[in-house]
């Protein structure tokens, strides 16, 4: 049974940084894609990141020049640098991964920004 494990989430300060990391504990054969998505309260889950497995990359315009998504195809690990992070970007993040036999979630990690 395949787990993606999410880790790095928790506390920061407004312009502080944090790395979110996402693996997959069993093996995903032919993923085409991995992303990032957030779900804020009272608010609709959005994709934040995502990258293919070709290299392209897509961001969500608030994330854009302050977040970097990056993978290791090699061991399905997805990882999330955000810096200069703010108060609007507290919220569940999720990474998710899209193979051929389906689509994996995590089970999200919080990331609260607040001084």
């Known amino acids: 049974q395949v787990q993606l494990v999410e880790s790095g989430g928790g506390l920061v300060q407004p312009g502080g940084s944090l790395r979110l990391s996402c693996a997959a504990s069993g093996s995903i054969f032919s993923i085409y894609a991995m992303g990032w998505y957030r779900q804020a309260p009272g608010k609709q889950r959005e994709l934040v990141a995502a990258t293919t497995s070709g290299g392209r990359t897509n961001y969500a315009d608030s994330v854009k020049a302050r977040f970097t998504i990056s993978s290791d195809n090699v061991k399905n690990t997805v990882y999330l640098q955000m810096n200069s992070l703010k108060p609007e970007d507290t919220a569940v993040y999720y990474c998710?991964?899209?193979?051929?036999?389906?689509?994996?979630w995590g089970q999200g990690t919080q990331v609260t920004v607040s001084s």
């Open positions: 998710n991964m899209k193979a051929l036999a389906g689509d994996y």
